[in-house]
Each structure stands twice: as structure tokens, then as C-alpha cells.
């Protein structure tokens, strides 16, 4: 059964860049079946969409977050990365890593906290 596994800090200071990976396992990023998305969840707030790798290695980003946000994927250790730069507290949230099919994504990171604080 395929899973994600988020790592990273989960503390970064603000203007600084947050860095986090996710690692497939059971499964390939190459898979033309499949996308592969991060998704953060801020505290009170509802789940926001920030971009997606498709198996071509193409990318899309959230055009709020594009001027901040690469995407990147090893498929030599089957895992995908996350960059975020110039934190600020706004990006407090919940960061989860999630496996699309067919318009919804359907397995998802147990999602890992990250707190911009000085």
C-alpha cells in the first residue's frame, strides 16, 4: 500500500526558507497515474493548495504563492520537495504532501507543523 511521509524542520525563522521532503514509498513518482501535490492547512483555516508535480516532471504552482514556492522531485530515492522562501508568520500551517487521482487526492502525508518563530 502505497504512503507519504513528510520530513523537514518543523521550526524556521522568518525571511528564511522552509525546506521539507516528502518520500513515496510503494509506489513511483513516474507513474503516469498519479500527480503529487503539497497542501497546507493554516490554524482555524481550510486546506490551500500550493502546487503539484505531474509524472512528466512538469509543475504547477498556486499563483498567490508562485513567486515563492519551487517544486522539485529525486526519482532516484522516489521523493518530492518543497521550498518555501521568505517565511512569515502567515505560513504557520500544517504541511501535508498528497498522491492525486483522478481530480482528489487520495492518500495523504500524516502532515507535519511548521512554525516561523524568531
Known amino acids: 500500500q502505497m504512503q507519504l511521509q513528510e520530513s523537514g524542520p518543523g521550526l524556521v525563522k522568518p525571511s528564511e526558507t522552509l525546506s521539507l521532503t516528502c518520500t513515496v514509498s510503494?509506489?513511483?513518482?513516474?507513474?503516469?497515474?498519479?500527480?503529487w501535490a503539497w497542501i497546507r492547512q493554516p490554524p482555524g483555516k481550510g486546506l490551500e493548495w500550493m502546487g503539484r508535480?505531474?509524472?512528466?516532471?512538469?509543475?504547477s504552482y498556486s499563483p498567490s504563492l508562485r513567486s515563492r514556492t519551487s517544486i522539485s522531485r529525486d526519482t532516484s530515492k522516489n521523493q518530492f520537495s518543497l521550498q518555501l522562501r521568505s517565511v512569515t508568520p502567515e505560513d504557520t500551517a500544517v504541511y501535508y504532501c498528497?498522491?492525486?487521482?483522478?481530480?482528489?487526492?487520495?492518500?495523504w502525508g500524516q502532515g507535519t507543523q511548521v512554525t516561523p518563530s524568531p
Open positions: 510503494a509506489g513511483s513518482l513516474t507513474s503516469s497515474s498519479y500527480t
Open positions: 498528497a498522491r492525486g487521482l483522478n481530480w482528489s487526492y487520495d492518500v
Open positions: 508535480l505531474r509524472h512528466n516532471g512538469m509543475i
